[in-house]
């Protein structure tokens, strides 16, 4: 890897896994694009270059993080069905990840999606939230959880698929993406894990420098995508996002067919 791929799957990595529209999707996209195989030291830098990320939620959120019991019930519940799925699934997912047409269909589909569950859930909001982030029951964690699996189709977003899952159970959209980051410490952190002891024979002592930034710059990327999106959010919800991810979709799959990547 060059210095310049690391500061570009750096750079994508933190802005795009907090954000509705799937940083493993744009990370498959990038590499197709610069050429790069996501295998060996590539496929292990993009696994541990989560931490950064990681990283962001707790030092913004290190209040919600402080000793909570109801609190960390709630995380372990609604991570239980990915760490589940995740382990039954795993060669199935893996072959997944592999395709850059499976990226396109799902962020074209999951951007329609995200407009129409947008402008749904604003209605219901101006109602009244209809559950609180502190109020959750174990039920409507399973659900959030639930929700959340369907990520493992790449593309999809891990973070869209929580935020959409918080509001249908009745979390405001704000409540609904606070909680998807606080769900991604547990999750990440898990996979994250898992992988890079799996892959622990690709990381070399002359590679620990790229890690190291690679870490540092999604750290800060996310912290910076992480506010942007609250303050989006709280103005214009989120169809901005999901017409993105329709743009997206719709030039990976012609570029696809076309055979370019």
């Known amino acids: 890897m060059t210095h310049v791929e690391v500061w570009i799957l750096s750079l994508i990595e933190g802005l795009t896994e907090f954000i509705p529209v799937s940083s493993t999707g744009h990370l498959i996209i990038a590499s197709a694009f610069m050429g790069i195989k996501e295998e060996g030291f590539v ?31 709630k995380l372990v519940i609604a991570f239980l069905p990915a760490a589940i799925i995740g ?115 690709e990381i070399m002592a002359g590679n620990l420098g790229m890690l190291l930034l690679g870490c540092f710059l999604s750290f800060i990327f996310a912290m910076i995508a992480i506010q942007f999106l609250m303050k989006v959010i709280s103005r214009y919800g989120y169809k901005h996002f999901g017409i993105y991810r329709i743009i997206v979709g719709i030039i990976v799959l012609v570029l696809f067919y076309k055979g370019i990547i």
């Open 87 to 201: 382990f039954l699934f795993k060669k199935k997912i893996d072959i997944l990840l592999e395709s850059v047409q499976i990226v396109g269909w799902a962020l074209l589909i999951g951007g329609i999606i995200l407009i129409i569950t947008d402008k749904y859930f604003a209605k219901k909001e101006e109602e009244g939230a209809r559950v609180a982030l502190d109020n959750l029951s174990w039920i409507q964690c399973i659900k959030i959880g639930l929700f959340q699996c369907l990520a493992m189709i790449p593309g999809t977003s891990r973070s869209a698929a929580s935020i959409i899952g918080g509001m249908v159970i009745g979390l405001s959209r704000k409540e609904a993406a606070e909680f998807s980051f606080f769900l991604a410490v547990p999750t990440m952190a898990g996979a994250t894990c898992l992988q890079a002891f799996k892959m622990r024979h």
């Open 43 to 73: 496929k292990a830098f993009n696994v541990i270059i989560q931490f950064g990320a990681i990283l962001s939620v707790l030092v913004l959120y290190w209040k919600r993080f402080l000793p909570n019991l109801s609190f960390y019930k």
